[in-house]
């Protein structure tokens, strides 16, 4: 167990029930994106602790409403909806990887995908957002195409990403390998 990670998922529960948090007070008129950013060899322990956390505010904090959005469950729910599951493996098979990313930059293009998430969660109905599972669904989906498109569908709602790489405060890198398109306007959840 990563003692460093756990301590920082430790100050997790009370950052995120701050009054200052939940009204995205302080951040200078900017929306009340977080990331929290961890080693990706670290993914299972944030996974379970996830899982507690979502049960710790059930019963510590149950006037507040919280969702965990995993990320390929909702990829693998919109490609279900869309009948297009059978179809994507019949082509990856046959066809490779790269024809199969370029057939899914359509049906999962943010301008689709964003809101089937925020609609298949009711993500507006939710006082905080936490997102999950970012390392499971690239290269098909990118961080930094969510997150800007999350700003216009949820204004100033906090988000919380878990983020499996490293995070400047400018700048994500994917398994702290692969550097991705800058993003300026999230906030370190935990330094």
């Not at 969660?121 to 905080?128: F, L, P, R, T, Y």
Request: charged share 25%; proline share 5%.
């Amino acid at each position: 167990m990563n003692e460093r990670l756990q301590e920082r998922l430790n100050q997790i529960p009370e950052k995120i029930v701050s009054e200052t948090f939940l009204k995205s007070q302080g951040l200078g008129n900017e929306v009340g994106f977080w990331i929290f950013d961890y080693d990706p060899e670290d993914e299972l322990q944030v996974r379970e602790y996830l899982r507690f956390l979502e049960g710790h505010l059930h019963k510590k904090q149950s006037h507040l409403k919280v969702v965990n959005i995993n990320l390929l469950q909702i990829l693998k729910d919109l490609l279900t909806d869309r009948d297009f599951v059978d179809k994507a493996i019949h082509m990856q098979i046959t066809k490779g990887d790269q024809a199969l990313l370029k057939a899914l930059s359509g049906p999962l293009h943010m301008d689709k995908f964003a809101p089937y998430m925020m609609e298949k969660c009711h993500a507006e109905e939710h006082d905080i957002i936490l997102i999950s599972g970012v390392g499971s669904v690239w290269p098909v989906l990118r961080a930094h195409n969510l997150l800007n498109k999350l700003h216009a569908l949820l204004g100033h709602k906090p988000v919380v990403l878990f983020y499996p790489g490293k995070y400047t405060g400018q700048a994500l890198g994917l398994f702290n390998r692969i550097p991705s398109a800058n993003y300026y306007r999230a906030f370190h959840l935990v330094p």
